[in-house]
């Protein structure tokens, strides 16, 4: 009669329970109801009720399929890898849901020649250079001085401020811009005329962190819930 050497047996048996086990934990994991457990932070102010779906689409392919794609792009077979298990997120994935004409810094723009300097220090023609996601904040820039890398030439004809900008320019005081303009010109607000009324750069810190918006809650555009974008693919 043959016999089952015992360690061979064990081994067996470690590796079917490993392979059951496996299985289970990835079954787990995959459940929506398990979504917060599996990200890497809390979602971004904005997005907290937002699915992970949202933006991490399923990359193409089965899990086999990608293995052995990557494996032969390892090995000189295939010129490119592919995705796995996701699709990378990309400023496609943000403009599904914020896409606006009346956008005053649109990614794209950055795409032109003139801009190749000062995209080597701040990249703007993605959004997740100011706006990295799960970190439970708005904005993700280290310093709010970013508008000095396109508006060092700056001229304002009757220039309204009592500070003039040429005299802000020249003092290198950057952070003033974001104290009076926000960004992408979304918000409807009146401008301050005097420097000691805009708004202080602390308020504009807490907001950058998830806090109140400042600059107020009369929008030109408000961003697509996930039930609506759920509907535009309904009806495409």
């Known amino acids: 009669m043959f016999k089952v050497n015992p360690l061979r047996k064990r081994q067996i048996i470690g590796g079917v329970f490993g392979l059951v086990l496996g299985g289970f934990i990835f079954f787990v994991l995959t459940l929506d109801a398990s979504e917060e457990y599996v990200s890497i932070g809390p979602m971004n102010t904005g997005h907290n009720d937002m699915s992970c779906v949202v933006c991490h689409a399923d990359a193409k392919g089965n899990l086999w399929q990608q293995v052995q794609s990557n494996i032969s792009h390892s090995f000189g077979f295939r010129k490119t890898g592919v995705d796995f298990g996701t699709k990378d997120v990309t400023v496609d994935n943000c403009l599904q849901c914020h896409d606006r004409p009346n956008d005053r810094h649109p990614s794209y723009r950055f795409s032109e020649p003139r801009f190749s300097d000062a995209i080597k220090v701040i990249d703007a023609t993605t959004c997740i250079t100011c706006h990295s996601e799960h970190h439970e904040e708005r904005v993700s820039v280290a310093t709010a001085d970013y508008c000095m890398n396109c508006h060092q030439d700056l001229e304002v004809e009757n220039d309204p401020l009592d500070v003039s900008h040429a005299m802000l320019i020249a003092k290198e005081e950057w ?27 602390l308020t504009i810190e807490k907001y950058f962190q998830g806090g109140v918006d400042p600059y107020g809650d009369d929008k030109k555009y408000i961003g697509l819930s996930e039930l609506e974008w759920l509907e535009q693919f309904k009806n495409k």
């Open 175 to 201: 952070t003033t811009c974001i104290q009076c303009h926000d960004f992408h010109g979304n918000h409807k607000y009146e401008v301050a005329t005097r420097l000691k009324d805009t708004i202080p750069m």
